[in-house]
């Protein structure tokens, strides 16, 4: 268990070892719950919460919608053709 001290700016320091185990940069920003016995820190997530449909709409593909083998082609395909430019 470790230890850290409230500083008279109402700061308190988070050990390096919590904050390399959570990965923690500075700059985190937090959300602070009151909890029975103490407080509660909770990372804020640098990015929005979003849902497939948005997430889906990012690929800006207009068409009809593919097969699975016409996926799995296409990427063999880019396999190959990959694999070639690296031969030479």
Known sequence: MET????SKGQVIIPKTIRSS????????????EVQGGVLLKPISSFPETD???????????????????MEAAMDAE??????KEER
């Open 79 to 84: 396999v190959a053709r990959t694999w070639r």
């Open 22 to 33: 959570h990965h923690w940069k500075p700059g985190t920003r937090f959300v602070i719950e």
């Open 52 to 70: 497939l449909q948005s997430g889906l709409g990012c690929t800006g593909y207009q068409g009809p919608a593919k097969s699975l083998e016409e």
């Open 4 to 7: 850290t001290l409230l500083s």
